[in-house]
């Protein structure tokens, strides 16, 4: 507890800070402080609106960075949630759930556990950063972005994330150390290693980005938990169409009875046209699906690896969105597997209410075969809230 009790009081410190220093505009002051406090009311269903739970999730986070020199910085931001309501009671162990953070250090605290009341807290950025005109180091908690298309990332595998989980922008990060050096023709080569407590969980991988054709092109090797993996994509247009794909191809160190290769590929393909409209297309083929898809009320919670990115073998994604005005926009998007020919609807409608505030409405419906009919699964409705500083 002294740990956290020290959290806050420097929190509060850095805040008169950052006041004090800002007041010079003409200089970059030592601490900068920004972040957000959002509101968001979650209800589902299960095929009857009438067997409705409802739950609310206070969502703040506090993002710090320090100027130390020109050239070293440092960065520090927390992730507080407040969740309550029938479905927190209806979920087993939620609070401990979303406790568990793939970390080296244990850096976040459950405040309160209660049946319908749960309190949470996690440090999911801390870190040191030395950045000059030929290289860029980072040690600590960070994020780790190799992934290229905007729905399924095979090459991201330090830090896959479950797109379905919108309130998290910033998506995880883990404890590592990221080495990037800048070459000649705009070509970089990376190294990145997340260490793990269990000698099964470490990752390491070297990726080398470079520009030929008009493409950019990325290549990728290393050790992944249990296996090693080789991968790579591409990122250019054809004509006025964006046109992305990335691999990764994961093979056991060990191989025993349980163990298998697996590929992992996705590619899309998306563009902008007259009247503001935006579509964008994407796939993802598993080699080994687990073809397991849990319908709980909270399945934005859930935990995905790089290996799995989505539990069926074949995946197919579609986005139309329209924007309205300046200030508003309608995104309609839809997830489709052969399995069970399960659907996903998710529609969006976002509203810039204000230049600091936000407002937005998402649903996610899901569909499949089930007992013989083809019915609605669970349908999730969220109304959120964003006041930006």
Same mark, same amino acid.
């Given at each position: 507890?002294?740990?956290?009790?020290?959290?806050?009081?420097?929190?509060?410190?850095?805040?008169?800070?950052?006041?004090?220093?800002?007041?010079?505009?003409?200089?970059?002051?030592?601490?900068?402080?920004?972040?957000?406090?959002?509101?968001?009311?979650?209800?589902?269903?299960?095929?009857?609106?009438?067997?409705?739970?409802?739950?609310?999730?206070?969502?703040?986070?506090?993002?710090?960075?320090?100027?130390?020199?020109?050239?070293?910085?440092?960065?520090?931001?927390?992730?507080?949630?407040?969740?309550?309501?029938?479905?927190?009671?209806?979920?087993?162990?939620?609070?401990?759930?979303?406790?568990?953070?793939?970390?080296?250090?244990?850096?976040?605290?459950?405040?309160?556990?209660?049946?319908?009341?749960?309190?949470?807290?996690?440090?999911?950025?801390?870190?040191?950063?030395?950045?000059?005109?030929?290289?860029?180091?980072?040690?600590?908690?960070?994020?780790?972005?190799? %992934?290229?298309?905007?729905?399924?990332?095979?090459?991201? +595998?330090?830090?896959?994330?479950?797109?379905?989980?919108?309130?998290?922008?910033?998506?995880? %990060?883990?404890?590592?150390?990221?080495?990037?050096?800048?070459?000649?023709?705009?070509?970089?080569?990376?190294?990145?290693?997340?260490?793990?407590?269990?000698?099964?969980?470490?990752?390491?991988?070297?990726?080398?980005?470079?520009?030929?054709?008009?493409?950019?092109?990325?290549?990728? %090797? %290393?050790?992944?938990?249990?296996?090693?993996?080789?991968?790579?994509?591409?990122?250019?247009? +054809?004509?006025?169409?964006?046109?992305?794909?990335?691999?990764?191809?994961?093979?056991?160190?060990?191989?025993?009875?349980?163990?298998?290769?697996?590929?992992?590929?996705?590619?899309?393909?998306?563009?902008?046209?007259?009247?503001?409209?935006?579509?964008?297309?994407?796939?993802?083929?598993?080699?080994?699906?687990?073809?397991?898809?849990?319908?709980?009320?909270?399945?934005?919670?859930?935990?995905?690896?790089?290996?799995?990115?989505?539990?069926?073998?074949?995946?197919?994604?579609?986005?139309?969105?329209?924007?309205?005005?300046?200030?508003?926009?309608?995104?309609?998007?839809?997830?489709?597997?052969?399995?069970?020919?399960?659907?996903?609807?998710?529609?969006?409608?976002?509203?810039?209410?204000?230049?600091?505030?936000?407002?937005?409405?998402?649903?996610?419906?899901?569909?499949?075969?089930?007992?013989?009919?083809?019915?609605?699964?669970?349908?999730?409705?969220?109304?959120?809230?964003?006041?930006?500083?």
């Amino acid at each position: 507890m002294k740990f956290y009790n020290y959290i806050f009081t420097t929190i509060l410190y850095f805040t008169y800070t950052t006041v004090v220093a800002q007041a010079d505009s003409t200089k970059t002051p030592w601490i900068e402080l920004n972040g957000y406090i959002k509101d968001m009311q979650s209800t589902y269903f299960i095929q009857k609106i009438d067997s409705n739970a409802s739950m609310n999730l206070i969502h703040n986070r506090l993002n710090f960075k320090f100027n130390i020199s020109s050239k070293i910085s440092g960065r520090l931001e927390i992730r507080n949630r407040i969740f309550y309501g029938e479905q927190v009671k209806q979920i087993p162990d939620f609070g401990k759930t979303i406790n568990k953070y793939n970390g080296l250090f244990n850096l976040s605290h459950l405040w309160i556990d209660e049946k319908s009341f749960v309190a949470h807290s996690v440090i999911d950025r801390m870190l040191l950063q030395y950045g000059d005109e030929k290289w860029d180091i980072k040690i600590g908690r960070q994020r780790i972005n190799w %992934g290229i298309n905007n729905i399924w990332n095979p090459n991201d +595998i330090f830090n896959a994330y479950n797109f379905l989980d919108f309130d998290y922008e910033e998506r995880p %990060g883990n404890d590592a150390i990221r080495i990037q050096r800048n070459l000649e023709n705009n070509s970089v080569l990376e190294f990145a290693y997340k260490p793990s407590k269990n000698k099964d969980e470490h990752t390491a991988a070297f990726l080398y980005k470079f520009n030929k054709w008009k493409y950019d092109f990325q290549m990728l %090797g %290393g050790m992944y938990q249990i296996d090693y993996v080789f991968g790579g994509g591409w990122a250019g247009n +054809i004509k006025k169409a964006g046109f992305k794909g990335e691999f990764s191809y994961f093979i056991p160190k060990r191989n025993t009875l349980e163990t298998s290769k697996t590929v992992s590929f996705s590619i899309m393909a998306d563009q902008t046209f007259k009247n503001n409209w935006y579509i964008s297309l994407a796939g993802l083929y598993n080699s080994n699906p687990t073809n397991v898809f849990a319908f709980n009320g909270s399945f934005y919670n859930s935990n995905l690896s790089t290996k799995l990115l989505f539990p069926f073998r074949y995946n197919f994604y579609t986005t139309i969105m329209k924007t309205i005005s300046p200030i508003a926009s309608c995104n309609f998007s839809f997830i489709y597997s052969p399995e069970k020919n399960t659907l996903i609807f998710v529609p969006t409608y976002a509203w810039n209410v204000a230049t600091n505030f936000d407002l937005d409405f998402t649903a996610q419906s899901f569909f499949a075969e089930q007992n013989n009919s083809y019915t609605n699964l669970i349908t999730q409705i969220y109304i959120r809230g964003r006041w930006s500083f």
